[in-house]
């Protein structure tokens, strides 16, 4: 049962309290009862010694503990103002005219005198100022030490209570933090503290609307490439039909046409591939050999190095076993061969490279082309964003395609300049052999 952050703390603080000051009732307890009988047993004494001739010192024995200075000047007179009994007979401290109270400075020292008289005679007790100072600051000592091992005591106990107490809250942020941008389920309010609820509440709601709008964002996006893709077909089939059938000019303009078309088709095929790679839900995997699809994907590009006059190779020094979506390896590798060839100029090579690191398989796509422009490594897997030269052809999307098959498949992906000193790029991905398809992220 969750509970309530205030009352949690209400409750320690209460119970640090109560057993504090428990604790330190006990302590002052005792500390002045010691304090006390040990001055109320001096002064029986003191009494006792003095009570009347016969009660000597001698008789009765020093007390173990015995301080001089807690002694008590005790003086008696008789009626004719004789002293009769002096239990200091080393202090002489004159006998006050009136009965009572009295503050008296003697033999150097401050006194607390009170005096009793009558017909009979008088008596006169004077304490030492210094040993009833003595009492009070022992007194007070015994009940400020606990108040004062408070401090301390409290500082660990508040401490160790606030780190319980807020562990909850840390679980509920490492929940918030693990979280993929993909998540769809709600974060949890079970374990969360009352005061808590109503935030983590609004952060769902805040994450189910955010939900509604990438959702609706995803469905415009591939419902206008699908639509676009029927009329784009059927202006292919129109410009083919154009094509020869005009002057040297208009067979330019038809040609220019047609590639128009083209790339229009290729970027609303792209758009589909990216609405379809952001569904959270994996694909089916299969079991596959890695040599035979990297033949298939430069295959599928001979014709277009062959035009910019690209030398297309491969290098393959391993062989390996990947588990995962064919058809989404195949855009993987194929947007990576594709850029390479596109940005490499005329009399450039391409190679296509298969090894192992660390026991992984490894492909290498690296070309002799211009290279990435500084800075653009930050950006480059940005959807739309090219960092070619304005004049090379493209659409921007292939990179981010391939991490989002990166991803899903849990493999590694670098775009990068050549470090050996030659112009170019290295696409680099760590692959997974015979692992378990990790799914979307």
């Not at 017909?119 to 600051?137: K, L, S």
């Not at 062959?306 to 194929?334: H, M, P, W, Y």
């Not at 800075?375 to 090379?392: H, L, T, V």
């Amino acid at each position: 049962m969750t509970g309530s952050l205030r009352r949690a703390a209400l409750i320690w603080m209460t119970g640090l309290l109560a057993v504090v000051g428990l604790a330190a009732m006990a302590v002052a307890y005792v500390y002045a009862r010691d304090e006390a009988a040990e001055f109320l047993d001096g002064q029986l004494r003191q009494i006792a010694l003095n009570a009347g001739a016969g009660a000597q010192g001698d008789v009765v024995g020093p007390a173990a503990d015995s301080d001089p200075e807690d002694r008590m000047a005790i003086t008696i007179w008789d009626d004719a103002g004789r002293v009769i009994h002096q239990s200091l007979p080393g202090v002489r401290i004159p006998r006050q005219n009136r009965t009572g109270f009295a503050n008296v400075a003697a033999n150097g020292e401050s006194w607390r005198v009170f005096t009793a008289g009558g017909p009979a005679g008088a008596v006169q007790v004077a304490q030492r100022e210094t040993v009833r100072a003595e009492i009070a600051d022992s007194a007070a000592l015994g009940a400020a030490a606990p108040i004062l091992l408070v401090i301390p005591l409290s500082w660990l106990v508040v401490g160790w209570a606030m780190n319980r107490m807020l562990r909850r809250l840390n679980d509920l942020a490492g929940e918030v933090a693990a979280r993929a941008a993909t998540a769809t389920d709600p974060i949890g309010i079970e374990s969360a503290p009352s005061e808590v609820r109503p935030l983590v509440e609004s952060m769902n709601g805040l994450i189910a609307r955010l939900q509604a709008s990438v959702a609706a964002q995803k469905r415009f996006l591939a419902d206008a490439a699908h639509e676009l893709r029927t009329p784009l077909a059927a202006m292919q089939i129109q410009v083919g039909n154009l094509a020869g059938d005009g002057s040297a000019g208009q067979d330019e303009r038809v040609a220019a046409l047609a590639a128009g078309v083209k790339r229009a088709g290729a970027l609303v095929n792209q758009l589909l591939d990216l609405a379809r790679l952001d569904e959270p839900a994996p694909a089916a995997s299969e079991r596959f050999e890695l040599v035979s699809l990297l033949l298939d994907c430069v295959a599928e590009h001979v014709a277009l190095a062959e035009d910019k006059g690209v030398d297309l190779g491969t290098d393959f020094a391993a062989e390996a076993a990947i588990l995962g979506v064919q058809r989404e390896l195949r855009s993987l590798f194929g947007n990576l061969i594709e850029n390479a060839v596109r940005y490499t100029p005329k009399g450039g090579k391409v190679d296509v490279n298969l090894g192992r690191h660390d026991g992984r398989p490894v492909v290498e796509v690296v070309d002799t082309g211009v290279g990435l422009p500084k800075g653009a490594e930050a950006r480059i897997f940005d959807r739309f964003y090219r960092g070619a030269p304005g004049n090379a052809e493209g659409t921007g999307l292939g990179l981010a395609i391939a991490r989002r098959v990166a991803e899903r498949h849990g493999f590694e992906l670098t775009v990068q300049n050549r470090s050996d000193g030659v112009s170019g790029v290295v696409a680099r991905v760590v692959l997974r052999e015979d692992g378990a398809h990790p799914g979307a992220a």
